[in-house]
């Protein structure tokens, strides 16, 4: 069973100091944990050999009594139990279109002790490649984009090693690829060198002394329609 029961024990665990008094009788935490993994194993949909993509959206429906006991532990519960479900979501490689919430509800057709989860459809979502470097995340919306030192780049890296156009990662709706463009260090992809190369769902890219993160990411198709660049970093040059 490993670490599915783990995600049961870990809530218990982070919850059961401060919160213990709370769950002499009901609902206990380890059973919402139990129903979460039920519902998200249960929804959570095969789009390619590589993406799975679980709802994001949860309700916890509650016979009264416990709904009263647990919302008066505040939100500190909810954050708790939520952090554990993302835990849980990384280790069965589960991707989310945003942050996963959960909402506690009542219900005069549940007695004590008893909980019903359900969970919302994400929706149309959009899978979006996206750069993460110096801790600023670039959807790449664009079918061309150029990363090097220049500030005519379109993502602009400063670091060791990096030339002015050190490579390019095209993106044709599906697939990316990265091409080196005659960079002075090379490209790297996972610590192999490559001049051109198609990028996995999820890699690490190596120009110069910059680590770069690649992955592919589901998006919500409305928010997908309002990405913007980010802004630089304080630190950085305006390109």
């Known amino acids: 069973m490993g670490f599915l029961d783990n995600f049961e024990r870990s809530v218990e665990r982070l919850v059961g100091g401060s919160f213990a008094k ?3 009788s009901g609902v206990r935490p380890g059973e919402i944990a139990a129903g979460l993994k039920r519902e998200i194993d249960a929804r959570a949909k095969i789009v390619s050999r590589t993406r799975i993509l ?4 949860y309700s916890i429906s509650l016979a009264p009594a416990d709904h009263e006991r647990l919302t008066r532990l505040g939100n500190e519960l909810v954050e708790e139990i939520t952090q554990a479900l993302s835990a849980y979501a990384t280790l069965r490689r589960y991707s989310f279109s945003a942050r996963p919430t959960l909402t506690l509800m009542a219900s005069a057709d549940l007695s004590e002790g008893m909980l019903d989860i359900r969970s919302d459809s994400p929706g149309v979502v959009v899978w979006v490649p996206t750069l993460t470097w110096d801790s600023i995340h670039y959807p790449l919306v664009a079918k061309s984009t150029i990363i090097g030192r220049g500030t005519d780049s379109d ?3 400063v670091a060791p090693g990096v030339s002015r156009h050190h490579c390019e990662i095209r993106w044709n709706g599906k ?3 990265v091409l080196d463009l005659g960079s002075t260090n090379g490209t790297q992809l996972d610590g192999v060198s490559v001049t051109r190369a198609a ?3 999820a890699c690490t890219l190596g120009i110069g002394q910059a680590r770069i993160l690649f992955e592919v990411v589901p998006q919500a198709e409305q928010a997908y329609h309002a990405l913007a660049r ?4 304080p630190n950085q040059e305006t390109p």
């Open 22 to 24: 709370a769950f002499a």
């Open 54 to 57: 679980a709802p994001h959206d």
């Open 155 to 157: 993502i602009h890296v």
């Open 175 to 177: 697939r990316a690829e």
């Open 199 to 201: 990028l996995p769902d």
């Open 230 to 233: 980010p802004q630089p970093a």
